[in-house]
């Protein structure tokens, strides 16, 4: 009876978090950056430079530099695709905070990497790793030691640092 509890509430846990994204993907995005934004139309590429920060809904995407890519239709509307942030990643959600060195989020497929030492903080449980993968459709969040992205380079447990987990709880009373 507590098994089938506990996987209903997880159901009602993933659809909640997927019914939320779904809110987050009508919502307009905004882009700012202390020291400028530059648009090049050529590239349809959107830069954003210092204390840079892209939000949509309920999450902020924030880097010291964050370059955005954007498809426009024939009606001139906008719509952006891809945005790669470099330094001092954090990514805020309701329910986490991801920090890294890098990061890259495909829009299409609402997934976003993290590259460089990767910091998972879930309410009082912790996750740290070289790589991680947020696939915001589930709400699952991967890390990993290799990069996701570059299939020749998977390398064995030892050739890279492991990927540490730390559960909250009550510390020992000594």
């Known amino acids: ?17 997927a019914e939320s994204q779904d809110k987050d993907k ?3 995005v905004y882009i700012h950056g202390d020291n400028g ?4 139309r050529v590239r ?3 830069r954003a430079f210092k ?19 954007y ?6 509307k906008l719509t952006l695709t891809r945005v790669d942030a470099i330094g001092n990643i954090k ?4 329910d986490k905070t991801l920090r ?35 696939d915001r459709k589930t709400g699952r969040t991967t890390v990993l030691n290799y990069d996701p992205l570059d299939p020749k380079k998977r390398v064995t447990p030892r050739a890279q640092n492991q990927v540490r987990v730390l559960l909250g709880g009550q510390k020992s009373g000594k």
């Open 1 to 17: 009876m507590l098994n089938i509890l506990a996987i209903g509430m997880m159901c009602f846990s993933l659809f909640s978090y």
């Open 26 to 28: 009508n919502e307009p």
């Open 37 to 40: 934004i530059e648009i090049d």
């Open 44 to 46: 349809k590429e959107i």
């Open 51 to 69: 204390n840079a920060s892209v939000k949509r809904g309920t999450s902020t995407l924030y880097g010291d530099v964050l370059y955005g890519y």
């Open 71 to 76: 498809t426009e239709d024939s009606k001139n």
């Open 91 to 94: 990514i805020t959600m309701p």
């Open 100 to 134: 890294a060195r890098e990061g890259t989020y495909d829009i299409s497929k609402d997934l976003i990497v993290f590259r460089g030492d990767v910091r998972v903080t879930e309410k009082e449980n912790h996750l740290k790793g070289a790589y991680a993968t947020m």
